[in-house]
């Protein structure tokens, strides 16, 4: 199993600000991947974080607002830039170490935008 | 990747064995069958995962039909901590691969 510590556990945000949220893992691992889940929804993928390389969004989801980085398999991070009240979420790093393995999540980000 | 269909709810007598079934339909032969559950708003919990055979562990059983198009995921004493929503999930055995979420069905184990 891998253990993800993702920081900070919540914020409370003035709009038009970015805020940016670590995702460690204590192991390195193959895949990491970015979700959103808005209030009393399930979870949207954002973006999958692709080590040395621009990440790969899903539709809806575009760099400018979400840019991601991976700096090496054990560390990523998310950014919500330039932030509205509907950004008002749980922000959720996930990562899996390969083919017939399971995905492991953090307890997330508690997003408010006031 | 191949879509899931959940009912919306669920309730289980607490003891007795809550059956969740879920649709995939359009499952390929190398895309495996997840089952994660969320409680209350903490971080996904993985449960169990399939390709072709029933797997068991101690949390579950996943049984899988024979065509793959569902499966039924089987908690065997339903206690009222397993309260949550749970989420069948088909996701990729090669190549790239990620976890798309459905609505899932929210159980509800009841005293």
């Known amino acids: 199993s891998a253990v993800i510590s993702q920081k900070p556990s919540r914020d409370i945000c003035q709009r038009g600000t970015s805020l940016t949220i670590q995702c460690q893992v204590d192991?390195?691992?193959?895949?990491m991947f970015w979700y959103r889940q808005q209030p009393g929804q399930s979870l949207t993928l954002i973006a999958t974080a692709n080590q040395g390389s621009e990440a790969t969004y899903e539709s809806g989801f575009v760099i400018d607002k979400f840019p991601i980085s991976r700096p090496n398999l054990t560390f990523s991070t998310l950014t919500v830039s330039n932030m509205s009240p509907e950004d008002s979420s749980i922000y959720l790093c996930s990562v899996d170490q390969g083919m017939n393995t399971e995905a492991f999540f953090g307890q997330g980000t508690r997003l408010t935008v006031v | 990747d191949a879509k899931t269909t959940q009912p919306t709810s669920m309730d289980c007598a607490e003891g007795r064995a809550a059956n969740l079934p879920c649709n995939h339909s359009t499952i390929s032969g190398n895309e495996y069958v997840y089952w994660y559950r969320q409680i209350h708003s903490q971080g996904p919990q993985y449960i169990i995962h399939?390709?072709?055979n029933n797997e068991t562990n101690e949390m579950a059983s996943l049984i899988i039909t024979e065509d793959r198009k569902s499966s039924t995921l089987i908690l065997p004493h339903a206690t009222l901590r397993d309260t949550a929503v749970y989420y069948c999930i088909v996701r990729r055995g090669t190549g790239t691969y990620k976890y798309i979420f459905g609505t899932g069905t929210r159980l509800k184990v009841l005293a």
């Open positions: 192991s390195q691992v193959t895949m």
């Open positions: 399939g390709l072709k």
